[in-house]
Each structure stands twice: as C-alpha cells, then as structure tokens.
T-cell receptor, first 118, second 115 residues
C-alpha cells in the first residue's frame, strides 16, 4: 500500500510556543489529507480535511486559528499548533488519499506524532 | 448521518481462541465499512474493508468480517488468536459530509491475548 510519513514522531514543547507537524505522501499524490486527534485510550477525532491548494475544512468545535493547516503541494500537508497549551497534548495522526472527494478512495494513515506541551 | 458502535471496549481471549470484535453501523446509504488495527504509539493499519462487493471480506493476518445488512453489523473475527494480535481495533464507516468523503470511527476495542 501507499506510504504516509509524519515528522516529527514525538515533540515536547513549552506552553505558548508553536509546533509544526508535517505529513507527507511518499509514493502517491494526495489530493486530500485529513488530520485527526487521538486522546489516550480514545478513538480518532477528525479535526480537518484539506485539499491541495485550497483552505482546509474544519470540523465543528475545532479552532481554525489554533490549528493551522496548509496543504501547499500534492505530497505535503502541515499542521501548526499555535500557542500550544498543555491541553493540546495529544497524539496527532494524518491520513492521505488520492483521487477526487466525490468518489471513494482509501485513506492511508501516517504513524502519528505525539505532542507533549509542558 | 453515519455512525458506528463497537460493543465492548475491552475483549480478552486466550491464545488460540476465537476472536470476535463487534461493530454495528448506522447509515442511510449503502455503507463502506472498515476495520483498522492500531499498535501502541503507531498509526492505523487497514485490516479489511467492505465496499459493496462480497459480504464476507478477508483481510490481513487471518482476520475476516461479514457484512450483514439485516443486522447492520460488520463483526471482525479470527479463528485462532495470536499474542501479536493484542492491539486496539477500530471499526469505521465512510461518510459524506460537506462534499467530502471521510471516515467516522467507533470508540475502539482493546484486544488482550493471554497465554
């Protein structure tokens, strides 16, 4: 299957700083990328959907100004957690999908990024 | 709106025993259904998927699932559990919202396998 990478795999930062997480599709062009958040022992919650070259669509309750998403190319999407606080500590997972949003195409998941805000 | 319910947040089986993880779905349209496995501190790996073809779907690592429309179920089974099967399992349904196709995940079931 297709490969999706995330960088970094683990990051620790101080409260008030910003953190950028990268999601890359290594062997296919991802027209759509998804960002999920997972709290310990809980399920994945979709934060936002991004299409290459357009603004991300955020799920209800997700702060757009807090979680900045950029999908500048067909192989790279970034999630920036701005002014991070301890409650932003979580496991962030991205997924990528090729093809159009109007048809089904499998999502391929990255390995996740563990964010700890002190 | 589409949703999935996983019955049992924790399931424990003996090595070599049958594994049964339950998933029920709600969908107003013919669903696409998925089972994913997650090992600690890792992303999700697709085990199998149902996309309206055969109702009995075979996946990786000896897992299979049967789509039963009358019961709105998509339970995951494996005849003989292995220690390496211990992980978190998520059932998901494909949903359309705001013009996008996205996945809705169940709460997950943690599978423990003991000797």
């Amino acid at each position: 299957g297709a490969v999706v990478s995330q960088h970094p795999s683990r990051v620790i930062c101080k409260s008030g700083t910003s953190v950028k997480i990268e999601c890359r599709s290594l062997d296919f062009q991802a027209t759509t990328m998804f960002w999920y958040r997972q709290f310990p022992k809980q399920s994945l919650m979709l934060m936002a959907t991004s299409n290459e070259g357009s603004k991300a669509t955020y799920e209800q309750g997700v702060e757009k100004d807090k979680f900045l998403i950029n999908h500048a190319s067909l192989t790279l999407s970034t999630l920036t957690v701005t002014s991070a606080h301890p409650e932003d500590s979580s496991f962030y997972i991205c997924s990528a999908r090729s093809g159009l949003g109007t048809s089904y195409n499998e999502q391929f998941f990255g390995p996740g990024t563990r964010l700890t805000v002190l | 709106a589409q949703s999935v319910t996983q019955l049992g947040s924790h399931v424990s089986v003996s090595e070599g025993a049958l594994v049964l993880l339950r998933c029920n779905y709600s969908s107003s349209v013919p669903p696409y259904l998925f089972w994913y496995v997650q090992y600690p501190n890792q992303g999700l790996q697709l085990l199998l998927k149902y996309t309206s073809a055969a109702t009995l779907v075979k996946g990786i690592n000896g897992f299979e699932a049967e789509f039963k429309k009358s019961e709105t179920s998509f339970h995951l089974t494996k005849p003989s559990a292995h220690m390496s099967d211990a992980a978190e399992y998520f059932c998901a349904v494909s949903a359309w919202s705001g013009g996008y196709n996205k996945l809705i995940f169940g709460a997950g079931t943690r599978l423990a396998v003991h000797p």
